[in-house]
């Protein structure tokens, strides 16, 4: 499946350019120590340079309408059924810290969503963003900022915005919005 969104195409199509040109390797990537568990076949183009696998099978992201109570944005669903990739990662503008989206990848003997369930899986993280006081009718958690402090990427489900989740000096949590869009943040994304 192609991504239709022409603004997310062209900035995915960016972001594997540049991931090529820098020579990384699915190694590079901060999923790499997962690759154990990976299905062979996807593994096996991990390891020969292809980063970004067609995907074959498609999601209809049903698991993700039950467990969450409405539909996956549609940019996040394309770019999730177009591409088994190992996370999508960088530095973006002036901000000093990593950011780094959630992969998908499919494990041996897995179906094609079972990737959301399990830990570092979009369900899962909105599992965990729930128990953190998060509102996932307001904001879905994308990625990590920092993984030193693990401050959620959070896309703004009306909008489709993209945000920091902060804490203030007081421990209150903030929102700093980052992006106008998923596109803006992956073509945006630059590597060291």
């Known amino acids: 499946m192609q991504i239709q969104n022409e603004a997310l195409s062209s900035a995915v199509q960016h972001y594997i350019e540049t991931v090529r040109r820098k020579g990384l390797t699915v190694y ?25 696998v067609s995907r074959a099978e498609h999601s209809d992201f049903e698991i993700f309408r039950r467990e969450v109570g409405y539909p996956l944005p549609e940019d996040i669903a394309e770019l999730l059924n177009a591409y088994w990739q190992p996370g999508i990662f960088g530095y973006y503008k002036d901000f000093p810290e990593c950011f780094i989206l959630f992969p998908a990848m499919r494990n041996r003997g897995e179906q094609p969503d ?4 399990r830990h570092g899986g979009l369900v899962s993280e909105v599992r965990r963003w729930i128990e953190y006081d998060g509102d996932p009718v307001k904001y879905l958690p994308i990625g990590i900022y920092d993984p030193y402090s693990c ?3 959070l896309y703004e489900a009306a909008t489709g915005r993209i945000f920091i989740e ?3 000096d007081l421990c209150n949590r903030t929102f700093e919005p980052v992006a106008g869009s998923l596109a803006e ?8």
């Open 28 to 52: 590079s990537f901060p999923t790499a120590r997962a690759l154990a568990d990976v299905d062979p076949m996807i593994r096996q183009c991990f390891e020969a340079g292809t980063l970004f």
């Open 114 to 117: 079972d990737f959301f369930l």
């Open 185 to 192: 943040l992956i073509a945006g994304l630059f590597l060291h």
């Open 151 to 153: 401050n959620f990427i």
């Open 166 to 168: 902060a804490f203030d």
